[in-house]
């Protein structure tokens, strides 16, 4: 049985976090020229979305912003269908991304292994300059040598607690909780 346990972020902590991760990115890039940010499904495309709103409204810049299906590439597939296939949504990327600076978005850093995932589907796409990652939360445990640029939040966790991100986009509500099994 899996209980709450405690709220981590509400619907403002996670508003500030995807704004100062916003700031990061226009930092480190020297504004957002060549600029491509990329959500992993489900809950990375919207938070994708947020932060190229936040940063348009810093920078008074439209940066393209697309989605990322990595079903395919997942080392740990599962079958979804009745005919033992997977589930694929499919990946709109709605800009080349050869030569441009692409900002992976998740929701929770854990094991690696989505971003590893990612990193084969965009290449697959093209040839990125540079690829940065951004998530919401980044709770340790790692299985790949992959870290995150760009972080709202570190949370380590027992290998018996679950990260759950809720957005108000899917979820009717904005908030990051910590369950234990």
């Known amino acids: 049985m899996v209980t709450e346990k405690a709220v981590v972020l509400d619907d403002q902590a996670i508003r500030r976090a995807l704004t100062r991760i916003a700031h990061e990115i226009i930092e480190k890039n020297k504004g957002v020229e060549d600029c491509v940010i990329v959500g992993i499904k489900t809950r990375g495309i919207y938070l994708a979305q947020r932060i190229a709103n936040r940063i348009e409204q810093i920078e008074g810049k439209k940066i393209a912003v697309g989605e990322l299906d990595i079903t395919l590439y997942r080392d740990d597939l599962t079958t979804k269908t009745a005919d033992r296939e997977p589930i ?27 971003v590893r995932a990612a990193l ?11 690829i940065q990652l951004a998530v919401l939360i980044d709770r340790g445990h790692r ?37 234990k099994n």
């Open 143 to 179: 299985e790949f040598p992959i870290r995150a640029d760009y972080v709202g939040k570190n949370i380590p966790t027992a290998s018996s607690e679950k990260i759950v991100v809720e957005l108000e986009d899917i979820d009717k509500n904005d908030q990051v909780t910590i369950h």
């Open 120 to 130: 084969d589907a965009l290449i697959d796409i093209g040839r990125p300059a540079h």
């Open 88 to 114: 694929v949504n499919g990946s709109d990327i709605p800009t080349d991304i050869t030569n441009k600076k692409v900002i992976l978005v998740d929701d929770v850093l854990f094991t690696g292994r989505t």
